[in-house]
């Protein structure tokens, strides 16, 4: 690890506890783009593992920081819902969010997994293992070097895309329109 992130990891920790528990903010991009997030869900975990952030860009909202409080709430559906979205960020548009499956509550949720499970089970992810692998390095393999790129573009869509096709039977050439 280069010193400049041995540095900017230190004066995370130094901010993460010297910030009152009243005041911490996790969801701050520059910290994850700096991979310096660690030491405030560190905090929380310890001592305040449901914490509420009163005001920050993205108005008030919840972190759960323990695998067990996670879980509590994953799981019951009564209480607590993915839908609309499960971003922090607020959906924009005139039609709202586009409608995710792994944003839907059940019913709708176990409607939809009914229908891919077949596609999507163990066995099954087996025998395609092969052709996901081979994709998958034909996809790095082929990306620029020493220039940015969009890696969702290049890497997640491209590849999701290639395997949802083949899973629903649909030609390559229209893996993109998946998305939509």
Same mark, same amino acid.
């Given at each position: ?16 506890? =010297? ?11 520059? %910290?994850?783009?700096?991979? #310096? @997030?660690? +030491? ?44 609309? =979205? ?11 969010? %586009?409608?995710?499956?792994? #944003? @839907?509550? +059940? ?74």
């Amino acid at each position: 690890m280069a010193d400049g992130n041995l540095l900017s990891r230190e004066a995370a920790r130094e901010q993460a506890y =010297a910030t009152p528990l009243e005041l911490l903010n996790p969801a701050q991009p520059a %910290l994850f783009q700096a991979d #310096a @997030m660690w +030491p405030i869900f560190e905090r929380l975990r310890a001592e305040d593992p449901v914490h509420f952030t009163a005001e920050s860009e993205y108005g008030p909202y919840w972190s759960i920081t323990k695998y067990n409080d996670i879980m509590a709430v994953d799981t019951n559906h009564q209480v607590f819902s993915s839908e609309p =979205a499960i971003t922090i960020a607020e959906q924009t548009g005139d039609e709202g969010p %586009l409608p995710m499956f792994i #944003a @839907m509550d +059940p019913p709708k949720h176990d409607i939809q997994r009914k229908t891919v499970s077949p596609a999507v089970s163990p066995h099954n992810l087996q025998i395609l293992a092969p052709l996901i692998r081979e994709r998958a390095g034909k996809i790095l393999d082929g990306l620029p070097i020493g220039e940015e790129f969009d890696w969702v573009d290049k890497v997640s869509k491209e590849l999701t895309g290639m395997t949802l096709a083949t899973l629903f039977g649909m030609p390559q050439e229209d893996r993109r329109q998946l998305i939509y």
